[in-house]
């Protein structure tokens, strides 16, 4: 059994950051990559960034290139995601999920490739 858990969110100004981190439980945690999404209101969830097990292989949606970072610490069973230059259209739900498969591939940027999902954390961003 996987649990994970958000924190960080919060409410910011526009080109401010946060710093979002996702807490596992369970040993699959090192094994597996991960991911971020997130899903503003009326709008479906989407991909902003993925990580391999071992932290080597990063993917990230173009709406965050050069301004997001994904990292994890698998001794501490937690990941991260540095976000910076926030803008209001950041505005959203945060999921932190994990990937049974061992891959980052495409299949990892849709919501169908994550098999563990989080609570969420909410990211306000004001202009």
């Known amino acids: 059994q996987v649990q994970l858990v958000e924190s960080g969110g919060g409410l910011v100004q526009a080109g401010d950051s946060l710093r979002l981190s996702c807490a596992a439980s369970?040993?699959?945690?090192?094994?597996?990559?991960m991911g971020w999404f997130r899903q503003a209101p009326g709008k479906e969830r989407e991909f902003v960034s993925a990580?391999?097990?071992?932290?080597?292989?990063?993917r990230y949606a173009d709406s965050v290139k050069g301004r997001f970072t994904i990292s994890r610490d698998n001794g501490k069973k937690t990941m991260y995601l540095q976000m910076n230059s926030l803008k209001p259209e950041d505005t959203a739900v945060y999921y932190c999920?994990?990937?049974?498969?061992?891959?980052?591939?495409?299949?990892?940027?849709?919501?169908?490739?994550?098999?563990?999902w989080g609570q969420g954390t909410q990211v306000t961003v004001s202009s």
């Open positions: 369970g040993r699959t945690f090192s094994s597996k990559p």
């Open positions: 990580i391999s097990w071992g932290g080597g292989t990063t």
């Open positions: 999920a994990l990937r049974w498969s061992l891959d980052i591939s495409v299949q990892a940027m849709g919501v169908s490739g994550y098999d563990y």
